[in-house]
């Protein structure tokens, strides 16, 4: 079992930064792949940035040259710089693990607000 735990939300004005946060623990071993998705209210939950063990990433459209991920595996963590935040960025993030066939991990999610 993978537990996933972010952190780093809160609430920003339009034009700033967060960064969040996604430690991750347990039987993690390899992972394939590890990103971050967000769900805003009535909206379905939407892939925002994802990399993989190789250190291959890809991005929503809505968030490339704003976004950053990037990972530690020394410390198993994930990060997802986000500058330009822009009102319609607000949502929960959630963090997400997986190894095709074992685990596909989630994170509780974490909250952010983005005042325009």
């Known amino acids: 079992q993978v537990q996933l735990v972010e952190s780093g939300g809160g609430l920003v004005q339009a034009g700033g930064s967060l960064r969040l946060t996604c430690a991750a623990s347990g039987n993690i071993f390899s992972f394939n792949a590890m990103g971050w998705y967000r769900q805003a209210p009535g909206k379905q939950r939407e892939l925002v940035a994802r990399i993989g063990s190789g250190g291959t990433t890809i991005y929503a459209d809505s968030v490339k040259g704003r976004f950053t991920i990037s990972i530690d595996n020394t410390k198993n963590t994930v990060y997802l710089q986000m500058n330009s935040l822009k009102s319609e960025d607000t949502a929960v993030y959630s963090c997400?693990?997986?190894?095709?066939?074992?685990?596909?991990?989630w994170g509780q999610g974490t909250q952010v607000t983005v005042s325009s």
């Open positions: 997400n693990a997986v190894r095709y066939g074992v685990y596909n991990s």
